[in-house]
């Protein structure tokens, strides 16, 4: 059996310099009241155009983005591989409301399909719905609002990029993953993917949408779109996460009175994450999981499922993932075990990763006992 313990294993590529920044990171990010302020300060920074790569490069920047290009990324792609660890390059320009950004994004995840066919570390690409079309468009969409013109040539637009990423995924035998975001706008993403995966995934899972386990109408989505994938021939593939979005979720459902689509507490997202996680393992004759998540407890819950029902660790279509800079002790004691373990890798320009680097702030204030610096 796995043990997440061993530190030599999860730490043994980093220097005692990188150990010793990460411990001092995480200390800070430590603090909440730190993480507000210094959230706040840099949102204003940002909106008055001041510089703020001096503050983030050496700092968080560094520490859970890969770098600001994919050929940046190129070290941290060998030095994971050198222990068996994969890469998922994840373009993180985010909060982009222009159609030449959106077009942009569009060519770097192609861009990131073409460093993947030829890396053997790289199993998948992924891209945000966000990244292909505005918020604001997909949130009017998913309302009933009635779209103008121009609107409705944009959604037609988001939706071809969506068709040309993942046919683009497809010819290169590169599976691509789409992240889900806020559930105002998730059911549209979900359309459009479903749509896709339909399209794509008959002759193997090569298109996974992703599945919010805080949302508590997920594990009967799963269950249906498995009934109906079946039906129909084709792979369900499954990116399963805990969902990155709970306060803003609940802010708004309280705001605009209607009922919170997530739990009412952690044991029920938890309880439906490891169900979701066993039903794709148990089906995995019709499609494929990918577990994203730092939590112990649920990715021991698939290792032993998996033993329970003579899966091969390396199985092809049960992948783990974790954020980089974060859970290395799960990450290499998975792939030390010999499963497919995938690391989330950012990047792209400091300025437009922020978003992404204060959900990481955030998240960890509550972290512990899963970093370096806990070890030293
Ligand atoms: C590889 C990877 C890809 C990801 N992709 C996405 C994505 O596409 N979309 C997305 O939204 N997020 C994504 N995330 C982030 C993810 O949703 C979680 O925010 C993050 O991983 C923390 O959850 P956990 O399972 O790792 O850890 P845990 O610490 O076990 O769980 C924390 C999570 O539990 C839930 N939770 C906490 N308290 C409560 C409560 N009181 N009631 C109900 N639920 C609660 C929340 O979702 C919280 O984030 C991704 C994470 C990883 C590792």
Not at 52 to 58: C, G, M, T
Request: glycine share 6%; hydrophobic share 40%; net charge neutral.
């Amino acid at each position: 059996m796995v043990s997440f313990e061993n530190t030599e294993i999860a730490f043994r590529d980093k220097s005692g310099n990188k150990l010793r920044k990460a411990y001092w990171l995480f200390r800070m990010v430590g603090s909440p009241l730190l993480v507000k302020t210094g959230s706040g300060l840099l949102k204003a920074a940002l909106w008055m155009r001041l510089p703020v790569n001096w503050a983030l490069k050496p700092t968080v920047f560094s520490h859970f983005c890969g770098g600001e290009t994919i050929a940046d990324c190129q070290p941290t792609i060998r030095q994971l591989g050198e222990s068996n660890v994969l890469t998922i390059l994840d373009y993180s320009a985010e909060g982009k409301s222009r159609e030449e950004d959106f077009d942009h994004t569009r060519d770097q995840i192609l861009a990131t399909i073409d460093k993947a066919a030829e890396e053997r570390h790289i199993p998948y690409a992924v891209f945000k719905p966000t990244g292909m079309a505005s918020f604001e468009l997909l949130a009017k969409v998913q309302s009933g609002a009635a779209l103008n013109a121009a609107e409705e040539k944009a959604f037609e637009r988001a939706k071809s990029r969506f068709d040309r990423v993942c046919a683009y995924g497809v010819s290169k035998g590169v599976p691509v993953m789409i992240d889900s975001e806020e559930s105002w706008i998730q059911d549209v993403a979900d359309g459009i993917v479903e749509e896709m995966m339909f399209r794509y995934n008959a002759e193997g899972p090569m298109i996974f949408n992703t599945l919010q386990m805080y949302r508590h109408d997920r594990l009967a989505y799963l269950e249906d779109f498995f009934r109906r994938a079946r039906k129909k021939g084709i792979y369900a593939a499954f990116k399963l996460v805990r969902g990155a979005y709970m306060e803003k979720e609940r802010e708004r459902a309280a705001r605009m009175n209607y009922p919170s689509p997530i739990y009412p507490d952690k044991d029920a997202t938890d309880k439906a994450f490891d169900d979701a996680a066993e039903l794709c393992v148990r089906n995995l004759d019709a499609g494929a999981v990918c577990v994203g998540t730092h939590n112990e407890h649920s990715c021991t819950r698939v290792v032993e499922l998996m033993k329970q029902l003579d899966i091969a660790p390396g199985h092809k279509d049960v992948s783990f993932a974790q954020l980089l800079g974060m859970s290395d002790h799960i990450s290499y004691n998975l792939a030390n075990g010999g499963y497919q373990v995938c690391k989330y890798v950012p990047y792209g320009p400091v300025r437009t990763v922020v978003p992404y680097l204060i959900r990481r702030a955030e998240e960890n204030t509550s972290v512990a006992g899963r970093l370096p610096g806990s070890c030293t």
